[in-house]
């Protein structure tokens, strides 16, 4: 899986510390996903998009591999 959270972040001027509070997680769980080290639940990837102003379709994107 790939995400573009980083990216989107940058955009909004958010911290991962920021973003982190406002979805209900630690900052260290915020780097792990924008590593691509952590699958979110979809109920965490909901809240991330929607406090990026986006789409989990825009932020997370997934390989053929990465659904085998």
């Known amino acids: 899986m790939k995400t573009r959270i980083k990216e989107f972040r940058a955009k909004a001027g958010m911290t991962q510390e920021e973003l982190a509070r406002q979805v209900g997680v ?3 769980t915020i780097v792990f996903l924008e590593k691509g080290k952590y699958n979110p639940s979809l109920k965490l990837a909901y809240r991330v998009a929607k406090a990026l102003g986006s789409t989990i379709e825009e932020v997370f994107t ?7």
């Open 26 to 28: 630690r900052r260290e």
């Open 62 to 68: 997934f390989d053929e591999e990465d659904l085998a």
